[in-house]
């Protein structure tokens, strides 16, 4: 993908923390760990990467601890380059600047001037797929559009994506507009957050927008300027991820044990790239028993494990039963405990004996680096 | 001002050629070790914990992969802009090319190399073995003693002794004898082939040894014997911990199945001293509702749908539901196939182990190499 940018913003990604509860109290969503050694937003950035982007800017929003952290100098990313390579850009903090996408993207204006570019791929790193960009840009360039919306069909019999964003379209498939579906459809057109612009038409919006000072994020600005534009949309069919709160974070985690989902994101599109951390092998010991999991590197493993997601360095002790859960980083799970239906964050830990149990609707969380104790 | 420079020069042009199978495309040192390591990786991440800045890596024997591995050192953090790492294959001058003939001549050839860094010590390193050392403490000791040279030695049972440099010491360490690969050895520490020497003193022997037409041009051999000669003053220092030299076939898959052994001496998961390696971005590994994985160490990418027992796995292995594997070391992206049953094995790179094939027994003694060709016994 020549002559594009590569533009990763949260959107209003920023007003769903809250639905995370304690995983996203000093982090991004982007930044939760996912699928063992990842953080979301490497899916992103390697899938621009692996698409032959080499300009990847990154609007961080307030937590940017962990983002500079992850993300450094885009290393990991071969984003680490004499030109181009990643930009980060945290919010600015004067009185007198707005807040939300649309400022962030205007602050930046001579980030847009000085890119040779004249494309612009732009991505809120909540969503989660392996999207085949050659093919949406290659239809983006030869349409000669302003814009190209990403979206995928949805049969949402459960009620599972209500409040996502939907494409509202004719019958000719012309895009119309964006609105928010209610669960009123069998089948809604999801939009996934990936949008391809003319850089031109982006900088044009995001102007008008500030001077009519209608819109916070860049959805809104082009709802309301729907019409000046040539508007067109392409159907993304692969597997796709929406991660709003802490139960779809937990559910898309464990999807990666189905092995068409893994094989698809970790696999079709390229290498995932992530920070590495030049860990060991997993050592299994002679009474573990591991059933239906995904086991990152450096884990001792000396108890039973059953549909889990176990991320870098972690511990099981002996006697201990892990099922359905999810354990980031360096946690640890002590002799003869038991967790059931949990998510315990990076350094947590569960004493020896203690018994922890979610529901398997609504995962309990133990907080990072929190020590539960039987006591 | 850096005070004390260490320049270290490793040595990775060995062959290995007891390692057979193991080494028919690449070195020794990149020989792939413990579940995700090449051999050299051991002294690599040794000397980036020891914090020495510059080091350079000699290469000669089929050097691709190890060039490939190495790059410009970033996984060891050597890609710096004061110091780091350079690769330093043979090369031709005014009076022809040469490859290098000894350990003592492939340092003598690079002089130009160590002159302009100028150093005030020179560690001599060897790509060949699995340990973890903190240099700086040979180099404490070094400079204690005030010595020319000092030789880090270890213990080795008495019957294996005749297959070592043995060094005999007076009671303050101070080398009285070298006594290379002895019958009838007078102790058992035996030099591990890591030398501190003082640059100046150094330099004037590799001139000499090579101006030496009798010469092997070996530290070992010639080298060091002839300083001891001259009554330059040689210590040694005694080295506690984990060290092999994985010379054989036998002794590569021991070394493997040390690190699933319980009481085994290598901790690989000290943080304080990470062995590192280039990263094949690999997903988590994943294991099955049908696999069985006890006492063994998995890699990355893996996907264990059959029974692993005792076995150390490399990166991006298939093992499919019925298969099983005992005592093995598989190395990276093989597939063993349902019905199959490798016992005792070193399965190779890429190596695919069909459907209902049967290699080795439970405790029959001999160790399988596997290759694409079919399998060997040792």
Known sequence: ?375 | MVENKVVAMLLAGGQGSRLKALTRKIAKPAVPFGGKYRIIDFALSNATNSRISDIGILTQYKPFQLNTHIGIGQAWDYDRNVGGLRVLPPFTSEDGGRWYTGTANAIFENIDYLDELNPQYVLILSGDHIYKMDYRQLLKEHQEKGADVTISVIEVPWEEAPRFGIINTDQDNKIVEFDEKPKNPKNNMASMGIYMFNWVELRKYLIKDSKNPNSEHDFGKNVLPDMLNDGKKMYSWNFKGYWKDVGTIRSYWEANMDLIDPDNELNMYDKDWRIYTRNRNLPPHYLSRSSKVRNSLINEGCTVKGEVRNSVFFSDIYIEKGAKINNSVVLSDSIVEAGAEVNNAIILEGVTVKKGDKIGEEGDGNIYVVTKKGFTIE
């Open chain 1, 1 to 375: 993908m020549e002559n594009c940018l590569g533009i990763i913003t949260m959107g209003s990604m920023d007003k769903q923390e809250s639905n995370f509860g304690p995983l996203c109290k000093k982090r991004p969503i982007y930044m939760l760990p996912f699928g063992g050694r990842y953080r979301l937003i490497d899916f992103t950035i390697s899938n621009m990467v692996n698409h032959g982007i080499s300009t990847v800017a990154v609007y961080t929003g307030d937590k940017i601890r962990s983002t500079m952290d992850h993300l450094g100098n885009g290393k990991p990313w071969d984003l680490n380059r004499r030109f181009n390579g990643l930009f980060l850009y945290p919010p600015l903090h004067n009185s007198s600047s707005r807040k939300g996408e649309i400022a962030e993207l205007y602050s930046t204006l001579d980030f847009f001037n000085n890119a040779k570019d004249e494309n612009v791929l732009l991505i809120h790193p909540n969503y989660l797929g392996s999207v085949n960009l050659k093919e949406a840009y290659a239809e983006f360039i030869e349409k000669d559009s302003d814009m190209t919306l990403i979206y995928k069909k949805k049969v949402d019999p459960w009620g599972q994506y209500v409040n996502c964003d939907k494409l509202i379209m004719d019958k000719n498939n012309k895009f119309k507009n964006i609105g928010i579906n209610l669960g009123t459809e069998q089948e809604f057109n999801m939009y996934i957050g990936m949008i391809l612009l003319k850089k031109k038409v982006l900088l044009e919006i995001v102007k008008k927008a500030i001077e009519d000072g209608e819109s916070t994020y860049l959805k809104e600005a082009i709802i309301a300027y729907k019409h000046e534009y040539k508007i067109n949309t392409y159907e993304f069919k692969g597997h796709i991820e929406v991660i709003n709160d802490l139960k779809n974070f937990y559910d898309a985690n464990l999807n990666l044990l189905s092995k068409e989902i893994s094989q698809e994101l970790f696999f079709s599109g390229g290498p995932v790239f992530t920070k590495t951390k030049d860990e060991p092998s997993t050592f299994y010991s002679e009474d573990s028993q591991v059933y239906n999991s995904l086991v990152a590197n450096g884990c001792i493993i000396e108890g039973t494990v059953e549909n889990c997601i176990v991320f870098r360095g972690v511990k099981i002790g002996k006697n201990a039963i892990v099922k359905n859960s999810i354990l980031m980083q360096k946690s640890v799970v002590h002799d003869n405990a038991i967790v059931v239906n949990t998510i315990m964050d990076k350094y947590s830990s569960i004493g020896e004996g203690l018994r922890i149990t979610g529901n398997s609707s609504m995962p309990y969380v133990v907080e990072k680096s929190k020590e539960l104790r039987k006591d």
